[in-house]
């Protein structure tokens, strides 16, 4: 596949005027994060509302367990330390309570998309996921 490939970008689909763009990632995965982080932040820089179609990649399943907590922590402290100004932190919550699966918070991603991409009816609302400040 290259970057132009009609499966990876949706060139042609819009919503209410704003272009959509598919992304696949785990929301447990700091780099996925931050790379939403930074579109979201281009978006609202460049003035160009978009919609976001999140498509779930749980990388448990393809792992058979989920991301352990001190990969985790190591991947978030490299982030932060790049970019403080994100205020990124370690989970500070005792260790028992740190989730032993991304599934039910990726449910709820799929659920919270706008209905244009996929996502439950909220009511008619059709507002962009990335509008300009």
Known sequence: MTSDDPALVNTEREEGG???ITIWSD??????ALALHTLRAASARLELP?????????????????????IVDVELSAIAARRPE???????APEWTYPSSMLPALE???AAKS?????LSRGGSRRPLCPPP
Request: charged letters at 20%; one cysteine or more.
């Open 18 to 20: 704003w272009p959509v």
């Open 27 to 32: 929301i447990g995965c700091p780099w996925a």
């Open 50 to 70: 978009v919609l976001i179609d999140h498509r779930a990649f749980p990388l448990e399943l393809f792992n058979r367990e989920s991301t352990p907590k001190f």
């Open 86 to 92: 994100l205020g990124w932190r370690r989970w500070s």
């Open 108 to 110: 709820a991603v799929q």
């Open 115 to 119: 209905p244009a991409v996929g996502g």
